[in-house]
């Protein structure tokens, strides 16, 4: 089947412009992450959202990042006023969710991301 | 918080010989781990996971892990290492409570020379 899929797969763009970075999830997962790869860094974590619950917005870096996940499916990150140091590869998973009872925890599915360049 | 200590940047095996990859880990309540590879230019592809059960896990391309708990550890192993195992590996841990985030580790870059 389709995994996930992220779109566009590079972005260059001038300082100070707003991009957004969209992630279509596998079907059926209803949980959504956001990561960010810088290079030499490991991944760090942005957000999270699982089904209608409020977002887990805790990793976002400022106030300049958002994200939304519109009828349970497809998200879009939104960074306005690009900085340089928001250059990184933006990647995006999907998972399913299994409560306490369920047994188990399920892996994440990535994303091949979305390289985001600020000149 | 969880975290996660991969302590080597770059492990260099020679083809053929057995690999193994590093990792620690910190949580409270007991961990689910996992392993993922990353190919250039490519997302993060999922390698194995350890739940509960068995401490020697197997997974995807031959790959294996073992949970060590006294040693907070889930080291990636493989007894003979391909060319094509060259990539980045990053080891990642969440807990069972809370919410389902992975904290992963820096990454270790695996380069299986010919």
């Known amino acids: 089947g389709a995994g996930v899929s992220q779109s566009p797969s590079n972005k260059v763009t001038e300082k100070g412009k707003d991009v957004e970075l969209r992630c279509d999830p596998i079907?059926?997962?209803?949980?959504l992450y956001w990561y960010r790869q810088s290079l030499g860094q490991g991944l760090e974590f942005l957000i999270y959202?699982?089904?209608?619950?409020?977002?887990?917005k805790s990793g976002l870096p400022s106030d300049r990042f958002s994200a939304e996940r519109t009828g349970g499916s497809v998200s879009t990150l939104t960074i306005q006023r690009t900085q340089q140091e928001d250059s990184a590869v933006y990647l995006c998973?999907?998972?399913?969710?299994?409560?306490?009872?369920?047994?188990?925890?399920?892996?994440?599915?990535f994303g091949p991301g979305t390289r985001l360049t600020v000149t | 918080a969880q975290s996660v200590a991969q302590p080597e940047d770059q492990v260099n095996v020679a083809e053929g010989n057995p690999l193994t990859v590093k990792c620690t880990y910190s949580?409270?309540?007991?961990?689910?781990l996992f392993w993922y590879v990353q190919y250039p230019n490519r997302g993060l592809q999922f390698l194995l996971k350890?739940?509960?059960?068995?401490?020697l896990v197997k997974g995807s391309y031959g790959f294996e892990a073992e949970f060590n708990k006294s040693q907070t550890s889930f080291h990636l192993k493989k007894p003979s290492a391909l060319v094509s195992d060259s990539a980045l590996y990053f080891c990642?841990?969440?807990?069972?409570?809370?919410?389902?985030?992975?904290?992963f580790g820096k990454g270790n870059q695996v380069v299986v020379i010919p």
């Open positions: 998973a999907s998972s399913l969710v299994g409560g306490l009872g369920s047994g188990g925890s399920y892996e994440q599915y």
């Open positions: 079907s059926g997962h209803t949980a």
């Open positions: 959202f699982q089904g209608n619950s409020a977002p887990d």
């Open positions: 949580v409270s309540g007991n961990p689910y």
């Open positions: 350890y739940i509960t059960g068995d401490n």
């Open positions: 990642a841990v969440r807990t069972i409570y809370g919410n389902n985030r992975l904290a």
